[in-house]
T-cell receptor
Framework: KAGVTQTPRYLIKTRGQQVTLSCSPI?????VSWYQQTPGQGLQFLFE???????NKGNFPGRFSGRQFSNSRSEMNVSTLELGDSALYLC???????????FGNGTRLTVT | GNSVTQMEGPVTLSEEAFLTINCTYT??????LFWYVQYPGEGLQLLLK?????DKGSNKGFEATYRKETTSFHLEKGSVQVSDSAVYFC?????????????FGSGTRLQVQP
């Protein structure tokens, strides 16, 4: 069974630009969550989608948004990039209920 | 709100030494508790979990017991190997924030020397 796939693995963007990251969950998983990992703030929850609906949102500005498609694939968008948005963005999927999260290898975003 | 506190790293041990990584938490109600491991260049892998008080999670020789009275979930392994070198994260999911909105500790880097 294929794991969680995140694309691209690396991205370099300039301040003020926007970026879209993609996540394909494990087949059959309907929940997708996104996390930001930085050396200073550690791992922080961004948002969670289930059946195309956002079910939970972390404490991030409105520049961070996401969506989920009918095939459970998810995208995350960051607009008006800031230097502080440089981070490893991790996607995780799970099936319904209390099953554990399965993480992808992340997309490393560098903002210059 | 929820929070997780882990011991600062790095933790440096010789092969076959005993490992303890301390983790304490603050949460309302009865959270589920997890240990995740991150190898260089990779995402997080679930190592073990416990969903109620006195549960013991175990996997690959690692174990941790959910202690509600001390709000702790310390990770232990009797004999570490070089291949255990990684960053270990303690995490919780609270009933109030949704089961898939994990709160993570800051991570503890483990270095095992041959």
């Amino acid at each position: 069974k294929a794991g969680v796939t995140q694309t691209p693995r690396y991205l370099i963007k300039t301040r003020g630009q926007q970026v879209t990251l993609s996540c394909s969950p494990i087949s059959g998983h309907r929940s997708v969550s996104w996390y930001q990992q930085t050396p200073g703030q550690g791992l922080q929850f961004l948002f969670e989608y289930f059946s195309e609906t956002q079910r939970n949102k972390g404490n991030f500005p409105g520049r961070f948004s996401g969506r989920q498609f009918s095939n459970s694939r998810s995208e995350m968008n960051v607009s008006t990039l800031e230097l502080g948005d440089s981070a490893l963005y991790l996607c995780a999927s799970s099936s319904a209920g209390g099953s554990p999260l399965h993480f992808g290898n992340g997309t490393r975003l560098t903002v210059t | 709100g929820n929070s997780v506190t882990q011991m600062e790293g790095p933790v440096t041990l010789s092969e076959e030494a005993f490992l303890t990584i301390n983790c304490t938490y603050t949460a309302t109600g009865y959270p589920s508790l997890f240990w995740y491991v991150q190898y260089p260049g990779e995402g997080l892998q679930l190592l073990l979990k416990a969903t109620k008080a006195d549960d013991k999670g175990s996997n690959k020789g690692f174990e941790a017991t959910y202690r509600k009275e001390t709000t702790s979930f310390h990770l232990e392994k009797g004999s570490v190997q070089v291949s255990d070198s990684a960053v270990y994260f303690c995490a919780l999911s609270g009933m109030d924030t949704g089961r898939r909105a994990l709160t993570f500790g800051s991570g503890t880097r483990l270095q095992v020397q041959p």
